[in-house]
């Protein structure tokens, strides 16, 4: 099928004729990850895929291209499996807290993995805030494998694990809309299902299209409305927290009510070096670890394997943040 064509099936307007077959989108997402589609059709093509709604077939076929061209890391021996956060939102109305939930994990022994662009884009990447406090992007494969190993959190660019990716993605900056791109990236597991993935949407309307996509897969992933897309849970008001495994959902927190929102206090700023202060101090205990993130780090070491028991990780959690909250 020609790139034209492609178009032309993609913008007929008509949902059963605008449906990619699984096949045709991953030849389709695999060349555009290979560089192989022309600029002036690249662009059309992921505006026009952006603009309608993606179907399961859809992601699956786009899953399937990236899986085959994914660098591949190896788990490190640890008690818990390694947590997968991919970086991919950026904060803008509220502090990015995902490295405080790494930083809480590794406290735990529990290695991580984040994977992200370097670039915000306008908003305040993790990348930015790791590197206030000391946590450098990894170079290569052989470097995030080692701080892996120690259990540590290893910061590694999307151009290490998928560089034709990695492409895609920083023509946000020129399209001005983020792309599918986005979405496949946040599904990206380097450590081929022996690890946990938590997977934040930024939007309600996302996540039944990713439920039932790691569901079909028998993807080990946890799943939440990220804090402004990105896998952390928003500080002012716990989201819904399910666990899935084995092609089966578990809801192991509802989302909270405003009758049980709890405020949290914030960093001032939610520029980088605001944050990374304010997480200092959080993980020193000068200030609270808002209760949603507590939460969700008991949620972590269970899917993860730290503890084969809910209960107990909340206990956990609570003892080692100070808060009554995970109990």
Known sequence: ??????????????????????????????????????????????????????????????????????????PPPAKAQPVVLPSYGG??????????????????GVPVLVHGMLNGDGSIASAYVFRELGIMPCANLAQAQEVLVKPGVAFVPTAVLAPGLAELLALRGRLGVRSVAHRVA?????????????????QESSLDLTRDFLLATGAHALLLLGAQGEPYADPLNRPRIEHLTEGKAQILFEAETPALKKIA?????????????????????????????????????????????MNQAKAIVAVETGSLAAA
């Open 265 to 309: 206090t914030l960093p001032d700023s939610t520029n980088a070096a605001a944050t990374a202060d304010w997480i200092r101090r959080a993980l020193a205990g000068e200030t609270p670890v808002p209760l949603p993130i507590v939460n969700q780090l008991a949620t972590c070491l269970f899917a993860a394997g730290y503890t084969t028991d």
């Open 91 to 108: 904060a803008r109305d509220q502090p990015n807290l995902l490295p405080l939930l790494a930083l809480l994990l590794q406290r735990f």
């Open 186 to 202: 946040r599904l990206i597991d380097p450590f081929e299902g022996d690890s946990l993935r938590v997977v934040g949407v930024g």
């Open 1 to 74: 099928m020609s790139y034209a064509q492609y178009l032309k099936t993609i913008c007929c307007g008509v949902d059963a004729e605008a449906e990619l077959s699984e096949r045709d989108a991953e030849l389709l997402f695999g060349a555009m990850i290979d560089g192989g589609v022309p600029e002036l059709e690249l662009g059309a093509l992921l505006v026009a895929l952006q603009m309608k709604q993606t179907t399961l077939m859809e992601l699956a076929g786009y899953a399937s291209a990236i899986n085959e061209r994914l660098f591949r890391l190896t």
